[in-house]
């Protein structure tokens, strides 16, 4: 069994209608004013609204902001974190997606970096001025409203460079929320091509935790449960976007998939897609996910894993684990197109990008391996010649293999 460790969580409230408890628990933490960050969908939802008057109800203020932008870009985080030293809030809020969310977590760390910031990218997984000694000044409560991301839970903060056109991951155990407040009602009615992009991004983390160099016996068990429940429900979800029940569940596992432990390594290149293509995350994962299973599949200690993934979707296994790895890759295809994604070729045509197969690997390298990520791989490709190595990878999935 391997060694783990497990980070502190969130306190979580998990149910419908649990958006509504906000100022219960801003009260007894004795907050007297609140930053509500969000975005302008969102507030047109009227999620934005409710949250405020359950904040306003208990006595306290609430201001909003509601410019967050998907792929978080670091001059908004910069931004978000004047407003809260300015404001000096007793506690922030992120309210939407994984971007919002990501948003507010970034924000409220970097409100408590003692230094002028001139380079966030500086403070990434790969950069050197990050310490765990840096504490927000605030409470910090997380709301998903999209059942994907699960970044009310993670210690780290997908953001964009405007400088160097990447994404990149800060990470840090203070980036952790106070409280999580899960309430499925919040995704019901969510047209079916977000529910298919939110939900892929949830069965990325559980899938690539699983077979990832920090597998574990907890997140194991809780992943596989996670697993199971997105590929019986996002289908269901996407046919019936007001069905409650698979909403339920697939908020369960988005949580879940990120809050038991482990790193899901793919991301590292579904990221880099979609700083270059501006591809919405989630198809992103998709595409890449195939590729990671067919690659992890020649590693030794990934094969029991595989062999369970594949027990849980329904694919005949063997003995053979790069049969099976070829087997689960296959069905996640099948999957994935079966909400009306294409692969990558084709999404690029789709987009009016014209960059040939060696042009994207050419322009893909480099922002992988910036991924912290991409350095949990194996076998490695961050190794030796790792232009040769993630280029396998990357024509892989251009390829759809």
């Known amino acids: 069994m391997n060694t783990y460790e497990t980070l502190r969580t969130p306190h979580t409230v998990f149910g419908d209608g649990s958006l509504d408890t906000i100022g219960r628990h801003l009260t007894v933490w004795g907050a007297r004013s609140c930053l509500l960050v969000t975005d302008k969908g969102i507030v047109g939802l009227g999620y934005a609204e409710r949250a405020k008057q359950s904040v306003e109800q208990a006595g306290i203020s609430c201001d909003v902001y509601d410019q967050c932008l998907p ?45 002028d910031i001139d380079d966030l990218h500086e403070y990434s997984k790969q950069g050197s001025r990050m310490s765990e000694t840096y504490r927000r000044p605030c409470r910090l409560i997380t709301i998903p409203t999209t059942g994907g991301s699960g970044a009310e839970s993670t210690p780290t903060g997908v953001i ?91 908020a369960w596992a988005a949580h879940y998939a990120e809050a038991s432990g482990a790193v899901p390594n793919g991301h590292a290149v579904a990221h880099a897609i979609g700083a270059m293509y501006h591809i919405v995350h989630g198809h992103a994962c998709a595409m890449t996910l195939p590729t990671v299973y067919r690659h992890f599949a020649q590693a030794p200690e990934a094969a029991d894993a595989i062999h369970k993934v594949g027990q849980r979707i329904g694919v005949a296994v063997s003995d053979d684990p790069i049969a099976n790895g070829d087997r689960v890759a296959d069905a996640i295809l099948t999957f994935y197109r079966g909400f009306g994604l294409s692969g990558l070729q084709e999404t690029l045509r789709n987009n009016g990008t014209l960059d040939t197969r060696d042009e994207f690997i050419a322009k893909a390298v480099p922002l992988v391996m910036d991924d912290f990520k991409s350095r949990l791989w194996t076998p490695a490709i961050h190794t030796g010649d790792y232009a040769s190595k993630i280029g396998a990878v990357l024509g892989a999935i251009w390829d759809e293999r």
Request: hydrophobic fraction near 40%.
């Open 160 to 250: 964009t460079s405007t400088s160097l056109n990447l994404k990149f991951s800060i990470g840090n155990e203070n980036l952790i929320a106070d409280l999580a407040i899960i309430d499925p009602t919040l995704t019901v009615g969510m047209p079916p091509t977000p529910t298919a992009y939110c939900g892929l991004d949830a069965l990325a983390h559980c899938m690539e935790n699983l077979i990832g160099t920090q597998q574990n016996a907890f997140s194991e068990l809780v992943q596989l449960d996670c697993l199971e429940r997105i590929w019986t429900w996002l289908p269901v979800a996407f046919r019936e976007p007001e069905n409650l029940e698979a909403r339920e569940h697939l």
């Open 71 to 115: 792929d978080p870009p670091d001059t908004t985080c910069l931004e978000v974190r004047d407003l809260i030293l300015e404001g000096n809030y007793d506690a922030v809020i992120g309210l939407g997606g994984g971007s919002s969310m990501d948003t507010a977590k970034v924000a409220a760390l970097i409100a408590g970096i003692p230094e």
